[in-house]
């Protein structure tokens, strides 16, 4: 089995965003839970993450398609 490198480095730096991605929806919604009335700050933040993880992942790309084998 052998991956070409620069598809092991698409592989790792999506697994990565991935995983940041859900640390931070997990603890966003630990500290914004719907029981303590703070749903709209909670929402502007999963926002915030999720264009955030869009914008990585679409620079990662970038930056991975720009590496010559």
Same mark, same amino acid.
């Given at each position: 089995?052998?991956?070409? $490198?620069? $598809?092991? !480095?698409?592989?790792?730096?999506?697994?990565?965003?991935?995983?940041?991605?859900?640390?931070?929806?997990?603890?966003? #919604?630990?500290?914004?839970?719907?029981?303590?009335?703070?749903?709209?700050? #909670?929402?502007?933040?999963?926002?915030?993450?999720?264009? #955030?993880?869009?914008?990585?992942?679409? #620079?990662?790309?970038?930056? !991975?398609? $720009?590496?010559?084998?």
């Amino acid at each position: 089995m052998n991956i070409p $490198r620069i $598809r092991l !480095l698409e592989i790792i730096a999506s697994v990565a965003w991935a995983s940041v991605f859900v640390v931070a929806i997990v603890y966003i #919604g630990n500290k914004y839970s719907m029981q303590e009335g703070v749903l709209q700050e #909670g929402t502007l933040w999963i926002i915030v993450v999720i264009v #955030g993880f869009i914008v990585a992942m679409m #620079g990662t790309g970038y930056l !991975l398609s $720009r590496i010559e084998e």
